[in-house]
């Protein structure tokens, strides 16, 4: 039960309400307390029955921690310590996980925080131990060319996705994915952004079919290597990452690289391997597409969408799992929109986690403006709190089957 000076201390939401700041101490006191049981009523009967250890949280966090463990970053460094700015960040409840990159993209420089198994592995366990709350480390080690873990450091040889595909071994598939498995769990990476369950309908893709991240352009064959891979990785104890939500296969450019728009060459059938993994639950999160579909929504694109990301995903598919955007310092992002907007139309589509890699441009504070700006938009009433605690609720239930923070 949360100790009355935990509620005073602790429960901040109520103080985004004008009125309540007018009362009386005791008064203020007691009112904390009927809204958190009202507001927590509202949570399990929205988000449903959370776990104890998430309820406590949930009970003990403030305002801005909930909203710092909506908050991925990427961070330049192959070592850490207490001078590092991430760390600062982490200790401040400022982020709630971090993405790692073996390339400084904007530095130009192939140097960025993978160097060896064994100083990756300090790397983790140093950011870990800064942690209030366990961190999601995550990367992006789908094989092939996409795959931040290189034979040169150290690390297994891979393959990409459609190596796999092409060759339609499902018990080939889960040897790799073991194989990537085993690794990530040795160095303390416990989230990998895969796999791509994009269909490989268009060969001239720059980003997905001429990457080679694709398995196939069927969506039940995507779906079945797809499966083993995910389950593959959960007897390590490493979460996934399925993407691109609503599909990136059939695109003629790249969102990394500027406004990407699908309208005349998307197909309904790139939903497939996601509402099929969805209904089987075999989801820990999805990521979100920069995509832009008129024919889903005329104005924004998926990330930015309520009628894409809540309509379909939420909605539709009924997933009530982790959604996190893709790097919002995208170029199909940043050009287009102003932060603030980017991060207001993000949470109210339904993101959880907002992922900002600092590997398009780096943007050292950019942890501590998206805190501040998320909360002046609670303080605004742009934003409630409910929805700020029902990510952080989704977040924790799934950080639960990390183990219990260092």
């Known amino acids: 039960m949360l100790a009355l000076n935990a509620v005073k201390k602790k429960f901040t939401g109520c103080e985004t309400y004008p009125a309540f700041r007018s009362m009386p101490g005791r008064v203020r006191l007691f009112m904390a307390c009927l809204f958190f049981c009202a507001h927590l009523l509202a949570l399990l009967l929205c988000t449903g029955v959370p776990s104890c250890r998430a309820a406590d949280e949930a009970c003990s966090a403030t305002l801005k921690e909930r909203i710092g463990q909506m908050i991925m970053v990427g961070f330049r460094g192959l070592a850490v310590d207490d001078e590092t700015p991430v760390i600062t960040d982490i200790r401040a409840g400022r982020v709630g996980g971090v993405i790692l990159f073996d390339h400084d993209v904007p530095a130009g420089r192939p140097v960025r925080n993978i160097a060896s198994p064994e100083q990756l592995r300090r790397l983790t366990g140093d950011l870990q131990k800064a942690a209030p709350i366990h961190l999601f480390i995550a990367l992006d080690q789908e094989g092939g060319r996409v795959n931040r873990l290189k034979e040169r450091f150290g690390f297994?040889?891979?393959?990409?996705?459609?190596?796999?595909?092409?060759?339609?071994?499902?018990?080939?598939t889960g040897r790799y994915a073991e194989r990537t498995a085993q690794t990530l769990a040795a160095v303390g990476v416990n989230v990998n952004f895969a796999p791509v369950v994009d269909l490989d309908v268009n060969p001239d893709n720059p980003v997905i079919g001429g990457l080679e991240r694709s398995f196939s352009a069927d969506p039940a064959f995507v779906t079945r290597h797809a499966r083993t891979m995910i389950e593959t990785?959960?007897?390590?104890?490493?979460?996934?990452?399925?993407?691109?939500?609503?599909?990136?296969?059939?695109?003629?450019?790249?969102?990394?690289?500027?406004?990407?728009?699908?309208?005349?060459?998307?197909?309904?059938?790139?939903?497939?391997?996601?509402?099929?993994?969805?209904?089987?639950?075999?989801?820990?999160?999805?990521?979100?597409?920069?995509?832009?579909?008129?024919?889903?929504?005329?104005?924004?694109?998926?990330?930015?969408?309520?009628?894409?990301?809540?309509?379909?995903?939420?909605?539709?598919?009924?997933?009530?799992?982790?959604?996190?955007?893709?790097?919002?310092?995208?170029?199909?992002?940043?050009?287009?929109?102003?932060?603030?907007?980017?991060?207001?139309r993000a949470i109210e589509a339904g993101c959880d986690i907002l992922l900002f890699a600092n590997n398009s441009i780096y943007e050292e504070d950019i942890a501590a403006r998206a805190q501040r700006l998320i909360e002046e938009m609670v303080d605004r009433g742009e934003i409630t709190p409910e929805r700020i605690d029902r990510s952080f609720l989704r977040i924790q239930r799934l950080k639960e089957r990390l183990g219990t923070a260092p």
């Open 156 to 172: 297994p040889p891979t393959v990409s996705q459609r190596f796999l595909g092409d060759r339609d071994d499902l018990e080939l």
């Open 233 to 344: 990785f959960h007897r390590f104890g490493i979460l996934s990452a399925v993407k691109h939500f609503p599909g990136h296969g059939s695109s003629r450019g790249d969102s990394h690289k500027g406004f990407v728009d699908v309208t005349a060459t998307w197909s309904s059938l790139e939903l497939i391997p996601f509402r099929t993994l969805v209904e089987n639950g075999l989801c820990d999160m999805v990521m979100t597409a920069h995509i832009f579909n008129e024919k889903l929504d005329s104005r924004w694109p998926a990330t930015l969408s309520t009628k894409v990301v809540g309509g379909i995903l939420r909605e539709d598919m009924q997933f009530q799992g982790v959604i996190v955007s893709d790097d919002l310092q995208m170029e199909a992002i940043r050009s287009f929109y102003e932060t603030g907007v980017v991060i207001r």
